[in-house]
């Protein structure tokens, strides 16, 4: 059996997912359970960012089983692996959030290193319980950031694999190690690892406390539209799913050992990005008392250390496993209004309240989504 034979499914070997219940997690696992890919477990500890709700239309799914449990348990990792001999490990889980690392850096350099160490560990341990052909099968995928790469200047090329690493954010750093660990797991133990680095992502099940979810809420309630400094900073936005199928092909044809950058092509400034969301918002919602919602634009205290500019090279990626991004920006962003509009009591339910009284002192009266609503757990 061949690589890609084993892990489309054939020995019936589930994957395992951490971080399943987060943003990009819940969209992977949707996506690849309504693919019929096989079974899989998802491990998450299901902090603020992550919510079952999201994956309530698979619970009763036979090809799915949800493990409530944190990476840094090595007993409890080291059960899952002897349990459920899975084929491929696709590593999310995380703290995400630059902001809170910037407030609380503790639980990134715990679950983002730690938790790392602690997977690869554990893989490279059952790893070595397998037998030639499942071992040839394995994959262990580490999903990372473009942030390892540091900050652009406007007139400087694309992050591409080589790029040198210079993470500026406690929250880059952290993913940067995380991503050393596993290089050296695969040079000195021969663990069967992949990394990819991507863009920023948007979509359904994104926490509001990232730029695009943030703005459809606020302006949803006549809120302020908080943008950082003087909103000209750029992110390369790519369409969730386009970067779960990226992450699909990857596991199935990647090469070992390898890093592919995944990314869309879509720069744009934070400011472009606020005003097209309420040019979206002015045709969606008609009626709304709050429009045109470009008026609730409101210029705050810039992010501390902000990186100015990110762009991704994906051609790797593109020519080596023939991935192309199947959304436009303005494609991708119409379905996500349409699906935040759709969803307000998601939005309503997911909201934390701690983490507000930190964003009002450090960025100068901003508003979350909801500033009343507590934790949803
Ligand atoms: P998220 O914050 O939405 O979700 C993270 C998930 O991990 C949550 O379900 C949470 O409960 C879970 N989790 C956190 N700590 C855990 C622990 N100790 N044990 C088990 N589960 C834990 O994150 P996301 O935006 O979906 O990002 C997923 C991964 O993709 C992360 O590794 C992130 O660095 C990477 N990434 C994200 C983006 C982006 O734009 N969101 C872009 C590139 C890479
Ligand atoms: O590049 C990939 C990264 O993208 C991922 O690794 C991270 O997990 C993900 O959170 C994201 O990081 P960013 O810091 O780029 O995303 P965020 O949505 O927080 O911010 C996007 C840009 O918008 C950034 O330049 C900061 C700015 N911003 C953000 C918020 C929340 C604002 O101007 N106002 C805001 O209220």
């Known amino acids: 059996m061949d690589?890609?034979?084993?892990?489309?499914?054939?020995?019936?070997?589930?994957?395992?997912?951490?971080?399943?219940?987060?943003?990009?997690?819940s969209n992977?696992?949707?996506?690849?359970?309504?693919?019929?890919?096989g079974p899989l477990v998802?491990?998450?500890?299901?902090?603020?960012?992550?919510?079952?709700?999201?994956?309530?239309?698979?619970?009763?799914?036979?090809?799915?089983?949800?493990?409530?449990?944190?990476?840094?348990?090595?007993?409890?990792?080291?059960?899952?692996f002897e349990r459920h001999r899975p084929r491929a490990v696709v590593h999310f889980a995380a703290e995400s959030h630059v902001d809170r690392s910037i407030l609380g850096p503790e639980a990134f350099l715990r679950t983002n290193i730690d938790g790392t160490f602690t997977l690869l560990q554990a893989a490279r341990v059952y790893l070595d319980s397998l037998g030639a052909e499942d071992r040839a099968g394995f994959r262990f995928l580490h999903v990372s950031t473009d942030e390892v790469y540091g900050t652009l200047e406007p007139e400087d090329p694309a992050f591409h694999e080589e790029t040198p690493y210079a993470p500026n954010s406690p929250y880059a750093a952290s993913k940067a190690a995380s991503d050393h660990l596993v290089r050296a797991w695969v040079h000195t133990y021969g663990l069967p690892a992949i990394i990819t680095n991507c863009s920023n992502n948007y979509g359904?099940?994104?926490?509001?406390?990232?730029?695009?979810?943030?703005?459809?809420?606020?302006?949803?309630?006549?809120?302020?539209?908080p943008v950082y400094g003087d909103g000209q900073q750029v992110r390369?936005?790519?369409?969730?799913?386009?970067?779960?199928?990226?992450?699909?092909?990857?596991?199935e044809r990647g090469r070992v050992g390898e890093t592919y950058n995944v990314g869309g092509g879509n720069q744009r400034s934070n400011l472009e990005v606020v005003t097209t969301l309420c040019s979206l918002?002015?045709?969606?919602?008609?009626?709304?008392?709050?429009?045109?919602?470009?008026?609730?634009?409101?210029?705050?205290?810039?992010?501390?250390?902000?990186?100015?500019?990110?762009a991704i090279d994906a051609r790797k990626l593109e020519g080596e496993l023939g991935w192309r991004a199947q959304e436009s920006f303005e494609t991708g962003l119409r379905k996500t209004v349409e699906w935040y509009l759709a969803h307000a009591a998601w939005v309503?339910?997911?909201?934390?309240?701690?983490?507000?009284?930190?964003?009002?002192?450090?960025?100068?009266g901003r508003e979350t989504a909801d500033t009343t609503a507590g934790s949803a757990r």
């Open 3 to 25: 690589a890609e034979q084993s892990l489309s499914g054939g020995n019936g070997a589930p994957i395992l997912v951490t971080g399943g219940a987060g943003f990009i997690g």
């Open 28 to 37: 992977f696992v949707l996506e690849w359970l309504a693919g019929g890919k």
């Open 42 to 80: 998802s491990l998450d500890k299901l902090t603020y960012a992550g919510n079952p709700e999201n994956l309530t239309t698979v619970e009763k799914d036979r090809d799915y089983t949800f493990v409530h449990g944190d990476i840094c348990d090595a007993a409890l990792v080291k059960e899952l």
């Open 204 to 225: 359904p099940y994104q926490f509001p406390e990232k730029l695009i979810p943030l703005m459809i809420a606020n302006a949803r309630k006549g809120k302020p539209l």
């Open 236 to 251: 390369d936005w790519l369409y969730v799913a386009d970067h779960c199928r990226a992450l699909m092909a990857v596991l």
């Open 281 to 310: 918002l002015d045709e969606l919602l008609p009626q709304s008392e709050f429009g045109p919602h470009k008026q609730l634009i409101k210029y705050v205290a810039d992010r501390p250390g902000h990186d100015r500019r990110y």
């Open 348 to 364: 309503e339910n997911v909201t934390s309240g701690a983490y507000q009284h930190w964003v009002t002192q450090n960025y100068g």
